[in-house]
T-cell receptor
């Protein structure tokens, strides 16, 4: 298995532009999470999905952020318009639903480093 | 709400020395506890996890952690550190849903950066 795949690895964009981050979870995993990591705030959960349905989006900072999961193998996180304070590393993670404790644990992608100038 | 505290932001040890990274959690029931490691430019990798049973759990790369309910702690240990262990380490707690059938969300600590001197 190739693991959780995120693209792009790096993104530099100008303030006000739309940014789309992409994630392909591990096949068969039915939870998908989007995290943001910054030096100041550490790892923040933005939103997570179960079976493609958003379960908790309370961590999405504002209406400029939106996330979708149109099918079990793809998710996007969109920022429109982007601002310099959105600069961070964005991680996607997937997990198998708990069918026994041994199955639980996230697998993280390598992240997308976003820089908004 | 659950929370995780890693009291040490940065720890420096010499190669070959023992290591203990601290983690304290706040949660009203039996937690699911995890340690992850993040190397520079990489995502987080699961080191080990505790759900129930034996309070001393073994993980990958020679790491172990001990769950102490009385102290609300889940400290990570390694008897002899290697230079390749230099990374950032995150403790996390999972909260079961009302039915106990799934554990969707993990809450992470702020992380501890480990530096290893030769």
């Amino acid at each position: 298995d190739a693991g959780v795949i995120q693209s792009p690895r790096h993104e530099v964009t100008e303030m006000g532009q739309e940014v789309t981050l992409r994630c392909k979870p591990i096949s068969g995993h039915d939870y998908l999470f989007w995290y943001r990591q910054t030096m100041m705030r550490g790892l923040e959960l933005l939103i997570y999905f179960n079976n493609n349905v958003p379960i908790d989006d309370s961590g999405m900072p504002e209406d400029r952020f939106s996330a979708k999961m149109p099918n079990a193998s793809f998710s996007t996180l969109k920022i429109q318009p982007s601002e310099p304070r959105d600069s961070a590393v964005y991680f996607c993670a997937s997990s198998l639903i708990w069918q026994g404790a041994q199955n639980y644990g996230y697998t993280f992608g390598s992240g997308t480093r976003l820089t908004v100038v | 709400a659950q929370s995780v505290t890693q009291p040490d932001i940065h720890i420096t040890v010499s190669e070959g020395a023992s290591l203990e990274l601290r983690c304290n959690y706040s949660y009203g029931a039996t937690p699911y506890l995890f340690w992850y490691v993040q190397s520079p430019g990489q995502g987080l990798q699961l080191l080990l996890k505790y759900f129930s049973g034996d309070t001393l759990v073994q993980g990958i790369k020679g790491f172990e952690a001990e769950f102490k309910r009385s102290q609300s702690s889940f400290n990570l240990r390694k008897p002899s550190v290697h230079w390749s262990d230099a990374a950032e380490y995150f403790c996390a707690v999972g909260q079961p849903n009302a039915g106990g059938t799934s554990y969707g969300k993990l809450t992470f600590g702020q992380g501890t950066i480990l530096t290893v001197h030769p």
